[in-house]
């Protein structure tokens, strides 16, 4: 089984600052890792993903987010926010051979101008 | 477009009253499921199904049904809804149950609230 740990549960930073959202994972077996934005009143969206290969991977609004197998950790980071990047952020997991999508609890990302 | 489709996307209802939140996806997924939010505890999977008539139960099933009779749809039904069912629910499908294509396709979600 799997579990996902997010360490904040909101975030309130002000606009172009920098941000730094912590995602913990623990598993048995190799995973797939996940962000997900959910802006409000709407539904989850895929903001990256990390399946193999280079250990940094990009969004296409700015985010970033390293896999760092050593420390099961995969933390998403933005070098300059803006007021519409407020949202709730989940990072996720999944056995790459097979099973289920395990969420983090969320954090809520709040950009004060 | 691709989408999951939820109806409705706000419900007030009553202790006990059937009700049914349906979910379509016109993307030809295999795998679909449904998620509760509720703050603090982020997504919990409610059910999932892998194909037409193959259902299984996820983390938090209990006073929830579904059905998936049809690969587009997965209705999630709650036969006698109490009170702590009030949450936010979401359908989500992907492809191959998220072996092939890793990328779940979420609704808009359904918030129900029972009183």
């Known amino acids: 089984a799997q579990s996902v740990t997010q360490l904040d549960s909101q975030v309130p930073v002000f606009e172009e600052a920098p941000v730094e959202l912590r995602c913990n994972y623990s598993?048995?077996?190799?995973?797939?890792l996940f962000w997900y934005v959910q802006y409000p009143n709407q539904g989850l969206q895929l903001l990256l993903k990390?399946?193999?290969?280079?250990?940094l991977v990009e969004s296409i609004n700015g985010f970033e987010a390293e896999f760092n197998k050593s420390q099961t950790s995969f933390h998403l980071r933005k070098p300059s926010v803006h007021i519409s990047d407020t949202a709730e952020y989940f990072c996720?997991?999944?056995?790459?051979?097979?099973?289920?999508?395990?969420f983090g609890q969320g954090t809520i990302l709040t950009v004060h101008p | 477009e691709a989408q999951v489709t939820q109806n409705p996307r706000y419900l007030i209802t009553v202790t006990g009253k059937k009700l049914t939140v349906t979910c379509s996806q016109n993307?030809?997924?295999?795998?679909m499921s449904w998620y509760r939010q509720d703050p603090g505890l982020g997504l919990r999977q409610i059910y999932y199904?892998?194909?037409?008539?193959?259902?299984d139960k996820g983390d938090v099933p209990e006073g929830y049904k579904v059905s998936r009779k049809e690969k587009r749809n997965f209705p999630l039904i709650l036969e006698s809804p109490s009170p702590n069912q009030t949450s936010l629910y979401f359908c989500?499908?992907?492809?191959?149950?998220?072996?092939?294509?890793?990328?779940?396709?979420f609704g808009q979600g359904t918030r129900l609230t029972v009183v």
């Open positions: 990390y399946l193999s290969g280079s250990t």
């Open positions: 199904s892998m194909n037409v008539e193959v259902t």
């Open positions: 989500a499908s992907s492809l191959g149950g998220f072996t092939l294509n890793t990328e779940a396709f």
């Open positions: 993307m030809n997924h295999e795998y």
């Open positions: 598993s048995s077996v190799s995973v797939y």
């Open positions: 996720a997991v999944i056995p790459t051979s097979y099973g289920k999508l395990t």
